[in-house]
């Protein structure tokens, strides 16, 4: 099996997928603050669109801890 700088595709995808998806959630999460701050959404609305739009970013965070936890 080949590697690719040392590394094997194996940990490449692990990388990508923790530290990458991690690297766009906060880029989603900014994302979500820029829309509520243009559309004036005040403070309940702000509220519920993190809420809303983050429920599946919260899904996967909560995913990766469970790995961890229980070495699957």
């Known amino acids: ?3 690719v700088f040392g590394f094997t595709e194996e ?4 990388f990508g ?3 990458g998806v991690g690297g766009l959630i906060l880029f989603m999460l900014f994302i979500i ?3 509520a701050w243009r559309s004036k959404a005040g403070k309940r609305g702000t509220f ?3 809420l809303v739009l983050s429920v599946g970013m919260f899904g996967f965070v909560v995913k990766e801890i469970l790995q961890a936890v229980l070495k699957v």
Not at 11 to 14: P, R, W
Request: glycine share 12%.
């Open 1 to 3: 099996m080949g590697t």
């Open 11 to 14: 940990q490449i995808a692990h």
């Open 17 to 19: 997928t923790t530290w």
């Open 33 to 35: 603050g820029e829309i």
């Open 48 to 50: 519920v669109l993190f």
